[in-house]
Nanobody, 115 residues
């Protein structure tokens, strides 16, 4: 059974930082392509960042230079360090893994950035 459990969201002022964590189980984490998505009210879910098993990363243009995705294969956990947060970053953030059996999602963690 695949499980992804996000944590680390909260309310922060613009310019502040948060670190999201997503420990996983039920997958061979070291071989998994992991990603963070977000969904703001009234908007479609969008890919924020992803990281390959080998550590190659890609980012949404609007978060480049502010967010960093990383992985700890010893802890089966993926992280998203978010710095210089902006009100436009307000959304529910989801951890995702794509497997041969399909995509799996966590329950999401709310990030709210006040101006």
């Amino acid at each position: 059974q695949v499980q992804l459990v996000e944590s680390g969201g909260g309310l922060v002022q613009a310019g502040g930082s948060l670190r999201l964590s997503c420990p996983t189980s039920g997958i061979v984490f070291s071989l998994a392509h992991m990603a963070w998505y977000r969904q703001a009210p009234g908007k479609q879910r969008e890919l924020v960042a992803d990281i390959s098993p080998g550590g190659i990363t890609t980012y949404l243009d609007s978060v480049k230079g502010r967010f960093t995705i990383s992985r700890d294969n010893a802890k089966d956990t993926v992280y998203l360090q978010m710095n210089r947060l902006e009100p436009e970053d307000t959304a529910v953030y989801y951890c995702n893994v794509a497997t041969i059996g399909g995509d799996y999602w966590g329950q999401g963690t709310q990030v709210t950035v006040s101006s």
